[in-house]
């Protein structure tokens, strides 16, 4: 087999692929026997034309299409490995020449990955925020604990409160007519979630069950519905039920029924450790963020389009199962979103481009670097896969190589060595978080505050005196 290989532009190769003559006479011959079952002539039976009379009759041709299945896939295959190259599209075939006791002559003009001019990837400044977990923070975490496993208690002839889970039937009207979307029955909300109109919640509060009232509100003016946004409505509202949230009572039984541990400084220290771990995890993540940023940014690579949409595919395609999740469909999304798929599509074009080539600049380092993930690593890594879903190494493996997964998990795995790489090579700073600054801010204000007041104090003190 003889191969030749040339660039023509940007990152697409063309492949002039030699199949030699006597392979393509056992593929003729293949062939023959393959399509003489089908074929009836008179004089003949069914399956016993001769070649040549076939190929009179109907031309050589008439083999041409299954010898070429069996010879090009391999050829091309083979042509791809000895040229040394990935292909990130599907090909588009040529055919030059197929005949018997001559040699099959084919090109092939693929896409390949483009070339990266890789920017400084070793060295790089970079701030990592400082991990700290308080009591506070935990303190807070279990209340959001006692929040979620709150009972709710039904209030007779008392008025609503903020946090109240009330049931109200409402018919909203604009100009007097009422409008699509603008009326409910049995309508659960909780007061202060600002999940409805803005100032439709506040004017309930104080109100008591079974009273009516009236509540004027304006649409904002980038209200989803055009026909709505900032017009001003009136919603005429019947308190039927309040519901008061009753936390409950923090203490080790409250500890025993909602996990298995059994006191409450356990729960506080299993909290804190859980705590700290995802946040070591989140900072360490944004400062890997940050510096993959800085080397694709420093970076040049022409991105083939090819890749991007493949990336929106799987931007579009996470956002399905997230979606789904919910409890809602992607086309019900984009219905309420007003946003047909084209538009959505190119809404995440940017990100996508981004992520395309942060991707390739990544996989530029790993062959830069001679990166390399040898079987045993992949082994450990799918008896971690394993552990996760407390299931057995050899079937998880016998699943990933069904579907084909093996070798993208060993590429992953090549990328979180660069990733590592360029951070193991970082200079980092170690700074404030973002919520350690807000708090020493509000702090320094609270103080600052306080020295004002007593200033303020003190020289009215000295008036009096005078």
């Known amino acids: 087999m003889l191969n030749r290989w040339e ?5 697409k190769i063309k492949l002039e692929v030699e199949v030699a003559a006597p392979d393509v006479d056992t593929a003729l011959a293949k062939a023959y026997r393959k399509v003489v079952k089908k074929i009836n002539l008179p004089g003949f039976r069914k399956g016993k034309v001769p070649r040549r009379i076939l190929e009179s009759r109907f031309g050589p041709e008439v083999l041409h299409e299954d010898a070429l299945e069996e010879l090009v896939p391999p050829a091309y295959e083979q042509a791809l490995e000895e040229a040394d190259i990935d292909p990130i599209n599907q090909p588009e075939f040529e055919l030059v020449q197929v005949e ?65 889970l009330v049931t109200i039937d409402f018919k909203g009207y604009i100009d007097g007519e009422p409008f699509e979307g603008g009326e409910a029955e049995d309508h659960s909300l909780e007061l202060g979630s600002k999940s409805f109109i803005p100032g439709f919640e506040e004017q309930l509060i104080g109100v008591k069950p079974d009273e009516e009232i009236e509540v004027k509100v304006t649409f904002p003016e980038n209200y989803r519905s055009e026909e709505q946004a900032g017009k001003e409505a009136v919603f005429q509202v019947k308190m039927k039920q309040i519901k008061e949230k009753q936390l409950p009572e923090l ?8 996990s298995e541990l059994e006191t409450l400084d356990e729960m506080k220290a299993d909290l804190k450790e859980k705590m700290l771990k995802n946040a070591e995890e989140q900072s360490k993540s944004k400062l890997e963020e940050s510096l993959i940023e800085k080397v694709t940014n420093a970076s040049t690579v022409k991105l083939p389009e090819v890749l991007v949409e493949r990336q929106v595919d799987r931007m579009i395609g996470d956002m399905e199962s997230y979606l789904r999740q919910q409890g809602l469909g992607l086309d019900q999304f984009l219905e309420l979103s007003g946003k047909s798929m084209e538009e959505m599509r190119e809404q995440n074009r940017p990100e996508a481009e981004k992520r395309t080539k942060a991707n390739l600049v990544l996989d530029a380092i790993v062959k830069k670097e001679g990166i390399t993930v ?77 020295s004002s007041e007593k200033n303020v104090d003190e020289n009215t003190e000295e008036s009096e005196e005078k």
């Open 7 to 11: 660039k023509i532009e940007d990152n």
């Open 374 to 450: 040898d079987d045993s690593e992949v082994e450990e890594k799918i008896a971690g896969i394993a552990k996760t879903y407390d299931d057995q190494p050899d079937r998880i493996k016998g699943i990933l190589e069904q579907q084909g997964r093996l070798p993208v998990i060993r590429e992953e795995m090549r990328i979180r060595k660069a990733i590592d790489l360029i951070v193991d090579q970082a200079e980092i700073t170690l700074v404030k978080s973002e919520q350690e600054k807000e708090q020493t801010k509000n702090k320094n204000k609270a103080k600052k505050e306080s």
């Open 100 to 164: 018997e006791g001559k040699p099959l002559l084919f090109n092939a003009v693929v896409e390949v990955l483009p070339e990266v001019e890789l920017g400084d990837y070793k060295g790089l400044k970079a701030e990592q925020e400082e991990v700290k977990i308080d009591d506070l923070q935990v303190d807070h975490h279990i209340y959001m604990l006692r929040e979620q496993n709150a009972r709710l208690v039904p209030r007779e002839n008392e008025p609503a409160r903020e946090g109240d």
């Open 251 to 258: 203490n080790d039984d409250f500890v025993k029924e909602i």
